[in-house]
């Protein structure tokens, strides 16, 4: 069983940065690939951004390519996602996710726990 509490959302301008934290609960984090994903009103979920058990591969939506970077260190049990250059079409709920099966999956339902989210707005 994995607990995960995601934090660092806000209101950020565009051109700016933030960085999102997940923490994790439970002594097996390292045992997880993670990945973040995001929900935007009316629009279905979507991977942003994972990264495999021991950080070794990294997967990137194509639309956050170059912009968005995705760690881990599972010394503290976190993942983060840093956000530069963050645009207005990426306000959304962000919800970071665990996945005991897979490397580094895009899918939801290849996802085992999920965190509550946390709202980033990005304003112009």
């Known amino acids: 069983q994995v607990q995960l509490v995601e934090s660092g959302g806000g209101l950020v301008q565009t051109g700016g940065s933030l960085r999102l934290s997940c923490a994790a609960s439970?002594?097996?984090?390292?045992?997880?690939?993670m990945g973040w994903f995001r929900q935007a009103p009316g629009k279905e979920r979507e991977f942003v951004a994972g990264?495999?058990?021991?950080?070794?591969?990294?997967n990137y939506a194509d639309s956050v390519k170059g912009r968005f970077t995705i760690s881990r260190d599972n010394a503290k049990n976190t993942v983060y996602l840093q956000m530069n250059s963050p645009k207005p079409e990426d306000t959304a709920v962000y919800y970071c996710?665990?996945?005991?099966?897979?490397?580094?999956?895009?899918?939801?339902?290849?996802?085992?726990?999920w965190g509550q989210g946390t709202q980033v707005t990005v304003s112009s």
């Open positions: 996710a665990a996945s005991l099966v897979f490397n580094v999956p895009v899918l939801p339902n290849h996802y085992d726990y």
């Open positions: 439970g002594r097996t984090f390292s045992m997880y690939a």
């Open positions: 990264i495999s058990w021991n950080g070794g591969t990294t």
